[in-house]
């Protein structure tokens, strides 16, 4: 057994306001092992961003613990974290006069010195990510002038560029086509073989990732499972997910289908 990059140990999520606690999830074991595509599944508010947030250390733990690298995430600054997670989140950038190559550019920022000086190794670093997410095109384009889909791919570079163990994406293929999705999947898939990333993201594209995913974790009211695809489908967790009786799992195709009445 290799030793997880990130563990939760009976982790509770969720929000404080005042002296009140919301709970969105608890009892949460978790692990993310170097060179694993994790994708995290469950219906809309059940509490994916508030997990993802919480595990890139942008939001406090209710309770229980989070390691990374077997140190206690809030031990370490968010400078250290910036070089152990990357992170693609839905976000408004404010410095929108910034033209694609200096947005990518600024995943080179944990490791510049104090004004912000990139090296040549820095911008080759840069421009691989521009190459391997496919916007060279775009380079030279203010990051106003995106359409989202370009801007996904664009935040998706950037993270690459921080050259980071884990990546961790907020339902990156949410305004890509098809053909992008796949294609989007499939590099997620080519960072985690070559160059031993351990990444998780959330997704609604179901049946995208069952067929991609090393692993799972599955959100649900009940209960949380992380497993392998095959685990998964073998302990029947499909076949109620939606709790609908005309959305159907197909388990040999490894999809939904729809019964339409
Ligand atoms: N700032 C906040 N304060 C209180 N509750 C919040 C806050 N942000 C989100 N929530 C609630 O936390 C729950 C989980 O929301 P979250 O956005 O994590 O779900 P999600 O699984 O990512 O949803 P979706 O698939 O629709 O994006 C929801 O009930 C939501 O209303």
Redesign the pocket.
Known sequence: MSIPILETKDLKIG?RHKNQE?I?LENLNLQLNKGRLISLI?I???????LLRTLSGAQSVLSGTINLQQEALNTYSKEDISKEISVVFTEKISQSHLKVRELVALGRIPYTNWIGTLTPKDWDIVEEAIELTEIKKLEDQAINSLSDGQMQKVLIARAIAQDTPIIILDEPSTHLDLYHKISLFRLLKKLCIEKDKSILF?T?DMDLALQISDEIIALTHDYTIQGTTQNLIDQNIFNNFFQDEHIVFEPTERRFKITLP
């Open positions: 929000y919301k969105v469950g809309n508010g059940i509490g994916k961003s508030t959330s609604h």
